[in-house]
């Protein structure tokens, strides 16, 4: 294992909800956040709160500078069907990577100082959920 550098990702996004997946346009980052939901099980006379887990949960955003050319992420937003993700750490160790069919949402920002952006935030959209492989 080694660290890697950030710049070298790729996110891959379905254009349709039956389409494979294809590079997501001037994306510059990613998050991917894994969890479980808590149960709160606090009784009177626990010293503290208590929790059991529950069912795991995949959530996570991606953004980066808006392309007027592609709508993936907005047309997913607005049309409400899941959507292949996959996402490489490193285009440079391809063995590496998260995939799940996901349900995203999309914003669009834009200044007059700076560059027009998106962000899309999404969540795991079967009972598989996002999975890592390598």
């Given at each position: 294992?080694?660290?890697?550098?950030?710049?070298n990702?790729?996110?891959?996004?379905?254009?349709?909800t039956?389409a494979?997946?294809?590079?997501l346009?001037?994306a510059?980052?990613?998050?991917?956040?894994?969890?479980?939901?808590?149960?709160?099980?606090?009784?009177?006379?626990?010293?503290?709160?208590?929790?059991?887990?529950?069912?795991?949960?995949?959530?996570g955003?991606?953004?980066?500078?808006?392309?007027?050319?592609?709508?993936?992420?907005?047309?997913?937003?607005?049309?409400?069907?899941?959507?292949?993700?996959?996402i490489?750490?490193s285009?440079?160790?391809?063995?590496?990577y998260?995939?799940?069919?996901?349900?995203a949402?999309?914003?669009?920002d834009?200044?007059?100082?700076?560059?027009?952006?998106?962000?899309?935030?999404?969540?795991a959209a079967?009972?598989d959920?996002?999975?890592?492989?390598?």
């Open positions: 294992m080694s660290r890697i550098a950030g710049r990702a790729v996110i891959y996004f379905g254009t349709t039956s494979q997946a294809s590079p346009s001037y510059n980052t990613y998050t991917l956040n894994f969890g479980s939901t808590k149960i709160d099980v606090t009784a009177f006379g626990d010293r503290g709160k208590v929790s059991l887990a529950g069912l795991p949960e995949q959530s955003s991606m953004a980066g500078f808006y392309d007027d050319g592609t709508g993936q992420t907005y047309t997913a937003a607005v049309d409400g069907l899941a959507r292949k993700l996959y490489y750490p285009s440079l160790t391809v063995t590496q998260f995939f799940g069919s996901v349900v949402d999309f914003n669009h834009s200044t007059v100082d700076g560059a027009a952006t998106f962000s899309s935030t999404f969540t079967t009972a959920g996002i999975q890592k492989v390598g």
